[in-house]
Structures are given as structure tokens and as C-alpha cells.
Nanobody
């Protein structure tokens, strides 16, 4: 059974770059036909898409975050990474890594019932 584990700094200063890693166990990130997504949930708000990387390794980013976001995969480490630059306090959230067998429907809010999810990691942006 695949397991996803997010890791990264819990505290980031404004204007810095947030870097998170999703380490995958129980299966290769290049085996099968899966989409690897990053999702976040700000305090008091719902889940929101950040972006994903498709089975061919091509990333997709939500338009509102595209200019600040980079999602990539490291097949040698079996990891998917997220970088979010120029962070502000509005980027404070719990960040999740997910795997799904279908392309994410980004016009709808993420659904916890779809695919496999990591436990999430809290990131706070504060000076």
C-alpha cells in the first residue's frame, strides 16, 4: 500500500521560498498512471489546489499561484517536491501531498475520498 509523507520547515519567513518534499513508499512514483498533487488548507478555510504533476512528469499549476510555484519529481529518491516562492502570511496552511489515478478536477475543491493522501504538514509564514 502506497504511503505519502510530507516534510519541510514548519516556519518560513515572508518573502522566502517554501520547499516541501513528499516521500513516497510502497510504490514507485513512475509506476502506473498517477497524478501527484499538492493541496493546502489555510486555517478556517477549505482545501485548495496548488498544482500537480502528471504521469509524464509535466506539471500543472493553478493560475493564481503559477508565477510562484514549481512542482517536480525526483525519481531516484521517489519524491515529489513543491517550491513556493515569495511567501506571505496568506500562504500559512497545512500542505498535503496526494496521489490519484485520474487527472485532478481543479474546478472543484479537492476531495479527501479520492486517491491517497499524506498526513499533511503545517507551514506557518511569519517573521
Amino acid at each position: 500500500q502506497v504511503q505519502l509523507q510530507e516534510s519541510g520547515p514548519g516556519l518560513v519567513k515572508p518573502s522566502q521560498t517554501l520547499s516541501l518534499t513528499c516521500t513516497v513508499s510502497g510504490g514507485s512514483i513512475t509506476t502506473g498512471y498517477y497524478y501527484w498533487s499538492w493541496i493546502r488548507q489555510p486555517p478556517g478555510k477549505g482545501l485548495e489546489w496548488i498544482g500537480y504533476i502528471n504521469p509524464s512528469g509535466v506539471p500543472f499549476y493553478m493560475p493564481s499561484l503559477r508565477s510562484r510555484t514549481s512542482i517536480s519529481r525526483d525519481t531516484s529518491k521517489n519524491q515529489v517536491t513543491l517550491q513556493l516562492s515569495s511567501v506571505t502570511p496568506e500562504d500559512t496552511a497545512v500542505y498535503y501531498c496526494t496521489r490519484s489515478p485520474r487527472a485532478p478536477v481543479v474546478a472543484r475543491a479537492p476531495n479527501r475520498e479520492v486517491g491517497s493522501w499524506g498526513q499533511g504538514t503545517q507551514v506557518t509564514v511569519s517573521s
